[in-house]
């Protein structure tokens, strides 16, 4: 018996269409949030390489350089403190507001881990809600033909589908995302803790920063947004 999906849908009853409208606007919002998380990913992931490298290869624009050099500029300095201490200090402000970055491309990762978790449930709800419709309208009818019966199963078993079409790439989207945000966060939190012991100050220096203190590489510098070589 030929089934479209289009006659599935139509032919289903109110709960079972609910089901598949709110599966469907679910799969379209995951994909949504997965396309843009994915290309988000993709560009931070450049400018924390532009961050790692030294020499030519931080050449460009590179916000996260310039936001980093803004956490440094407004750590303050306390009079007659120790390098080390400041360095200390320095890296601690430094890897929290690497943690906040990573955590604002975090944003809209629970949705997927929701929609993977409970679309084959939501679906699973419209087959059996299905099945009732089906066996109750086999009842009214007293007739147990298989072409009295198929519509209904088909019609159950299509929620079924459609939620496990809108968990798999929910979960995949999840899972991947979560593996490149690790791996992005363990090169930034490398970076970063490089740049603070790099760094020392110069109180004698009055220049550079608005809090009066200056801050400098040994070997390499936070200049114009970004880390260059000198």
């Known amino acids: 018996m030929d089934l479209p999906f289009f006659d599935i849908i139509v032919k289903s009853g109110p709960v079972v269409k609910g089901v598949l409208l709110l599966l469907a606007a679910a799969s379209v919002v995951s994909w949504a949030i997965a396309i843009e998380k994915f290309i988000r990913i993709f560009a931070f992931s450049r400018l924390v ?33 120790p390098v080390s201490s400041f360095s200390a200090r320095l890296e601690r402000s430094l890897q929290m507001e690497a943690g906040a970055q990573i955590q604002r491309l975090q944003a809209g990762l ?22 009732m419709h089906s066996f109750a309208g086999i009842a009214a009818a007293k007739d147990t ?20 079409a809108a968990a798999i790439p929910a979960v995949l989207f999840y899972n991947q995302a979560n593996v490149s945000l690790s791996r992005i966060a363990a090169r930034l939190s490398v970076a970063v803790a490089r740049l603070a012991k790099e760094l020392t100050y110069t109180p004698s220096s009055r220049t550079g ?22």
């Open 49 to 81: 390489s532009q961050l790692s490298l030294p020499g030519p290869g931080t050449a460009g624009p590179n916000w996260l350089a310039d936001r980093l050099r803004a956490v440094a500029a407004a750590e303050p300095v306390a009079s007659g403190e």
């Open 209 to 230: 920063f608005a809090d009066g203190h200056n801050i400098e590489m040994n070997g390499r510098g936070l200049t114009d947004g970004r880390i260059d070589a000198r």
């Open 110 to 131: 629970p949705f997927l881990a929701t929609v993977g978790s409970t679309a084959p449930f939501i679906g699973l709800f419209g087959t059996v809600w299905g099945i």
């Open 145 to 164: 033909s298989l072409a009295t019966v198929a519509p209904g199963i088909a019609e159950a078993l299509f929620a079924t589908a459609i939620g496990l």
